[in-house]
């Protein structure tokens, strides 16, 4: 069962839809006993960094995802979901994340219109079982005004052009993040969220 | 590369897909779940559903098409059409849209534009404009449905609408509006240059060409209704014909 985590985001229901396309079980859930019996967690996420936190803290559950983190649970955060992951967001302010990776989280340059929002292409930095079957520059679709940086290059496995070079899919032992949103890209998202499950099965 | 956007927009009413002319003389076309599993394998970007009835009773059954919708594809879609309020707008995205677009009620209300962009972020509230050339090169937004000249400027507006916290613009040129006679380039370049957000032309595509020029004066997307429910744009062909006019588009879904 995978436990994606209800904590008031936006349209979670995609997700959902996409994950059953998949014959994927999931449930949603802020229970921290479900969340602890699940064999993956999916964070998702629209909407701001600061809100996200404090809804996850809120329901005490900061504690039981670095938890699940540090024993090895598989965990997938999606657009905002994957900003959570690192240590800190300048998304209006400065605010601490749940840490699980080294980075942090800011605006995207406004040379370029903010939010980046559409289709873009990914460039694989290095092979990862989650690009099996995908070559290079696949469509996907982003919607996200702040983007990560200063992260470990290593646990860059794709990114987009946009105003420079932004995170798209990031790696780290357990810990797996899309910028993008696989639920709403179309046959390659589904293609994307088929290899992850397959990764880590 | 970002790619440029092509967006059918389907007009709902009670259920059933319909397009008006100038919003009046209004036709039944088809399901919305239909037009849109053929929209997304033909390779459209992204897809809008207007709930053109809008009255309370009829909002429930708007909200069980807008989960099959999201049930049955996985592109992105907006929905806008009687959203009044942040719950109204809780509604929508929970049911499966990704984004939600605002147009009499922000007018009447612009708090609403930042409440909404707070709550769920900017990218998921889009501010549709419907503006008219009242003189020359001064257009008005109106309301309604297109029936109250608010008197408000649009491209002042456009502006407002960015700094309350909208994350992208619908420009629905309501001169142009199922003449198809092309975009209003005009109107859509002024507010494409103004903003620092993503602007999608509306109203007035005919031929491939409109959607080429619009796109090249400086829009983000480019949405179009009937020339796409009546099949006289074919989307593949037209985003093919946008690739050799070197406009970057999505295409090709092939992978394996």
């Known amino acids: ?18 994950l059953d396309k998949l014959n994927k079980k999931s449930v949603l859930t802020t229970d921290p006993q479900v969340i602890r019996d699940s064999d993956s967690i999916i964070l998702p996420g629209v909407g701001a960094f600061k809100d996200a936190m404090d809804a996850i803290n809120g329901l005490g559950l900061t504690k039981v995802l670095q938890q699940e983190a540090a024993g090895g649970k598989p965990i997938l955060g999606i657009c905002l979901g994957m900003q959570l992951f690192y240590e800190k967001s300048y998304e209006d302010g400065d605010w601490e994340g749940l840490g699980l990776l080294k980075g942090n989280v800011s605006k995207i340059k406004d040379t370029v219109k903010v939010p980046h929002m559409g289709w873009n292409t990914i460039t694989k930095h290095k092979e990862n079982p989650l690009m099996n ?68 099965s | ?44 970007d992204e897809l809008v559903f207007y709930d053109i009835t809008a009255s309370n009773e009829e909002r429930d059954i708007f ?19 009687g959203i009044r309020t942040v719950e109204d707008i809780h509604k929508v995205l929970r049911s499966g849209a990704d984004k939600v677009s605002i147009n009499s009620a922000a007018v009447d209300n612009p708090q609403l534009i930042t409440d909404s962009a707070l709550k769920f972020g900017s990218q998921c509230i889009v501010l549709s404009i419907d503006a008219k050339e009242v ?22 507006w456009a502006k407002k609408g960015e700094q309350l916290g909208a994350g992208e613009l619908v420009i629905n040129a309501m001169d142009s509006d199922g003449e198809k006679n092309g975009y209003n380039l005009a109107l859509t370049k002024i507010i494409a240059e103004t903003v620092n957000i993503p602007v ?30 009546y099949g006289e744009i074919n989307i593949q062909q037209l985003k093919k014909y946008l690739q050799e006019e070197d406009i970057i588009v999505r295409r090709d879904n092939e992978w394996n």
């Not at chain 1, 985001?9 to 959902?16: F, R, T, V, Y």
């Not at chain 2, 020359?136 to 109250?148: E, S």
């Not at chain 2, 509306?202 to 020029?213: D, I, L, N, P, V």
């Open chain 1, 1 to 18: 069962m995978i436990a994606i985590i209800d904590y008031g985001a936006g349209n979670i229901k995609s997700l959902q839809f996409a």
């Open chain 1, 133 to 200: 079957g995908l070559p290079n520059d696949v469509y996907v679709y982003f919607v996200h005004s702040y983007a990560v940086g200063s992260l470990e290059e290593d646990s860059l496995v794709g990114s987009t052009q946009y105003g420079g070079v932004v995170p798209a899919i990031v790696q780290q032992g357990n810990i797996t993040g899309m910028q993008f949103h696989p639920e709403k890209s179309g046959d390659i998202g589904i293609k994307l969220l088929k290899n992850y499950g397959e990764m880590i």
């Open chain 2, 1 to 44: 590369m970002l790619a440029k956007r092509i967006v059918p927009c389907l007009d709902v009413d009670k259920g059933r897909v319909v397009k008006g002319k100038k919003f009046q003389n209004i036709r039944d076309v088809a399901a919305p779940v239909e037009l849109a599993k053929r929209y997304n394998e033909a390779g459209a």
């Open chain 2, 63 to 81: 909200l069980d098409v807008v989960e099959n919708v999201a049930k049955e594809i996985a592109i992105p879609f907006t929905v806008g059409g």
């Open chain 2, 135 to 156: 003189a020359p090169k001064r257009w008005n937004v109106f309301t309604r449905g297109g029936r109250n000249d608010t008197g408000i400027d649009a491209i002042e």
């Open chain 2, 200 to 229: 999608v032309a509306s109203g007035g595509a005919g031929t491939q060409e409109h959607f080429s020029t619009v796109l090249k004066e400086g829009a983000d997307a480019a949405l179009a209704a009937s020339v796409f429910h």
